[in-house]
DNA sequence: GTCTATACACAGATAGAC
DNA sequence: GTCTATCTGTGTATAGAC
């Protein structure tokens, strides 16, 4: 089990650093120190182990979310901010969301893991939106679906900004904005 | 001359369907009915090429963004809805953010033009926000660089979550989710 | 300027020994 | 399971004729 996992991880590491394309067998291979056969004998086609990378990644990046929102205190209003605030690497970009333009997400199975993640985060900050609206502390007068929408939006948009300008303040001044239209729709 | 024009305009295609990776030059060749030794003529390498493209469609979207918000009608206020709400083609991605994750952007002539395209359209937002605040149509607590970055974010970003999903609709939600909370802004 | 022919490295995968 | 050797196609470019 050593060498799959060995694969798995190198493959992980490759696709968040260089995507789907520049994840050669070769690299993949010098990486995990696993020969063809290794690699050919546990996964049958590069893009069964990218599936399977991805699936891996997809569950760890919800876990980390879940934790996240767990353990932030205060109200649903204050773990919207601090995930919106949360410090993240601007220049290495989104683990899932990174590979969104490449051509290989035609296929199902790679494309999967991104609607996942994506949708899981969406749904429960529609959850602390409707939460929040609840309480008092934001104006009813918004549609939650499109507010989710947008906060994703405006994180994974950062990192595009961010890698364009080789410049990791720009994510962060992107949610900073997005934080303070928030703080204004709380006082609405 | 003419051969030069189909190859710019065949990569320019091929760098808006597929990214920079997957722009061959057997592909240019195909859409472009050059030959090899048309192609290499005119461009030294591939990233020659490219850049040259990518150029010429960092002017295309400058004009076109500049276009856009001057026939815009109302106050600043409503220009920067009207460009949240511009229809988009929210499946083929922005035809230079789409690039921000290849490996080909360490070459700085690659990554120019984006940066050329989002620092423009970031300083008119932030032109913009001032004047709606010195209009009194925004509250004047706000960072204008930061809400700039956050709307363009947005943008950028639903752009990543409607390739992910294969649904065009998330990047209108997301827009819509961002124009809501510019509305509660313009209240506050 | 434009073409065809050629070259070389690498991607992605298979074969078969151990 | 893991290895090395091998195979075919393509990417990226060069050479040289027209």
Redesign the interface.
């Known amino acids: 089990m050593s060498k799959r996992e060995d694969i798995l991880n190198a493959a992980k590491a490759l696709l968040w650093e260089?995507?789907y394309?520049?994840m050669s067998p070769r690299a993949v291979m010098d990486l995990s120190g696993a020969g063809q056969g290794s690699l050919y004998h546990h996964f049958r086609t590069k893009q069964d182990l990218a599936a399977a990378a991805l699936e891996q990644v997809a569950a760890e990046l919800i876990a980390d979310f879940d934790a996240f929102l767990d353990r932030a205190p205060g109200s649903a209003l204050d773990k919207i901010r601090a995930w919106l605030l949360r410090p993240r690497d601007g220049l290495s970009?989104c683990r899932?969301?990174?590979?969104?333009?490449?051509?290989a997400?035609d296929d199902e199975r790679l494309?999967a893991p991104?609607?996942l993640y994506?949708g899981h985060v969406q749904r429960r900050l529609e959850e602390l939106l409707a939460e929040a609206a609840a309480d008092g502390l934001l104006?009813d007068s918004?549609?939650e679906?499109?507010?989710?929408?947008?906060?994703?939006?405006?994180?994974?948009?950062?990192?595009?900004?961010s890698?364009?300008?080789?410049d990791a303040r720009?994510?962060s001044?992107?949610?900073?904005?997005?934080c303070?239209?928030?703080e204004?729709?709380a006082?609405?």
Chains 1, 2 share one sequence.
Request: charged letters at 15%; glycine letters at 12%; hydrophobic letters at 55%.
């Open positions: 260089r995507g394309e520049a970009g899932l969301g990174r590979l969104a333009n490449e051509t997400l494309r991104l609607c994506f104006s918004f549609n679906k499109e507010l989710a929408a947008a906060l994703i939006a405006v994180i994974q948009g950062g990192y595009v900004l890698r364009a300008w080789r720009l994510l001044q992107a949610a900073a904005g997005a303070a239209m928030l204004q729709t006082q609405g």
